[in-house]
């Protein structure tokens, strides 16, 4: 018989294997412990909030925490013509401050990114689905380079004001081409993430672990290990 309630639990079993099995594809890898901080801010243009615009700014430390890895900037312009539905068209900033060994190499990576993004409530969890698509001009590479990035999120409450839970995302990111010096075409990373989350007024707050399993140029593979800070404000 059809039961609900028997659904979320196995979802969430489902969610905390696939986590399981990334953080274990990371043991034979090269790996870093990392500090990322994320801060982004949705400003409304009118009223009723359907055009705002989007600001993110996220410092990370790497090389365990010795020194700045990179500091990336996106900005963007959001319509959301319903409350489940929310387009986004920007531009970013990515430059690279070393390479994967952590020798000094400044490489400047910029971006024209698009996004839908997709909420619902199911079993008690909302649920977010994010499709990314960027074209990436990153330096000393001969053309332009298109990424794929598709994440899941879950949130689940833990008290009845829905202010305070437990949150989970897997992304994954595809290049669709081979640039010469660049990114090569197929899978390029999986990120996943796992914390605590509260809610203050307009304000969202996020910390906990995140991994990152990455390719990044051919087969140079790098598994990060993060502490994951994220600030998300609403004006």
């Known amino acids: ?52 615009l989007f600001v993110e700014t996220q410092p990370r430390l790497g090389d365990n925490w010795q020194r700045m890895a990179t500091v990336l900037v996106r900005t963007a312009i959001v319509y959301t013509p319903t409350p489940s539905v929310s387009l986004f068209a920007g531009y970013g900033w990515f430059p690279g401050l070393y390479d994967a060994d952590y020798h000094r190499s400044y490489r400047d990576d910029q971006q024209l990114w698009q996004q839908l993004l997709y909420r619902n409530d199911l079993w008690n969890v909302t649920w977010q689905h994010r499709l990314r698509q960027e074209e990436r001009w990153i330096e000393h590479t001969d053309g332009v380079s298109y990424r794929t990035r598709y994440m899941l999120r879950a949130s689940l409450p833990l008290n009845d004001r829905k202010d305070f839970g437990l949150t989970a995302f897997d992304e994954v990111m595809v290049n669709l081409n081979t640039i010469e010096n660049g990114p090569w075409r197929g899978y390029d990373r999986n990120r ?40 998300i404000f609403n004006f």
């Open 192 to 231: 996943i993430f796992l914390g605590p989350y509260c809610q203050i007024g307009a304000a969202r707050y996020e910390a906990g672990y995140l991994g990152e399993h990455a390719k990044r140029f051919g087969d140079d593979e790098r598994w990060v290990n993060a502490i994951a800070l994220t600030a």
């Open 1 to 52: 018989m059809y039961n609900p309630r028997m659904i979320l639990p196995r979802q969430l079993a489902l969610l905390v294997l696939v986590l399981i099995s990334n953080v274990r594809t990371g043991w034979a890898t090269p790996q870093d412990f990392e500090g990322w901080a994320t801060v982004v801010a949705f400003i409304s243009l009118e009223d009723s909030k359907t055009y705002q």
